[in-house]
């Protein structure tokens, strides 16, 4: 039986997809999630200064640079957690 994926994991995948510029059906297919699930998480990061429309496609998201150090951030911490696992 599968786990379900924490809010973290799913918004780190998303940063990380988005750290290239890309478009939401992409981003679905990628995240293995679906497009309801997509824009809500793509709205709180918009909110949040975390990812942007491309200026120059405005169909592409991109994550910003707070977004890419949230991503660094993450990924350290689940670096230095990885000793907590059973």
């Given at each position: 039986?599968?786990?379900r994926?924490?809010?973290?994991?799913?918004?780190?995948?998303i940063?990380?997809?988005?750290?290239?510029?890309e478009?939401?059906?992409?981003?679905?297919?990628?995240?293995n999630?679906n497009?309801t699930t997509?824009?809500?998480y793509?709205?709180?990061l918009?909110?949040?200064?975390l990812?942007?429309?491309?200026?120059?496609?405005?169909r592409l998201?991109?994550s910003t640079?707070?977004?890419?150090e949230?991503m660094?951030r993450?990924?350290?911490?689940r670096r230095?957690m990885?000793?907590?696992?059973?």
């Open positions: 039986m599968r786990t994926r924490s809010k973290d994991q799913i918004i780190f995948e940063l990380r997809i988005c750290a290239g510029g478009n939401i059906t992409k981003i679905v297919y990628q995240t999630t497009f997509v824009k809500g793509l709205s709180l918009m909110k949040n200064g990812i942007e429309r491309d200026s120059s496609s405005p998201y991109r640079s707070k977004g890419l949230m660094n993450i990924k350290e911490l230095e990885e000793w907590l696992v059973f």
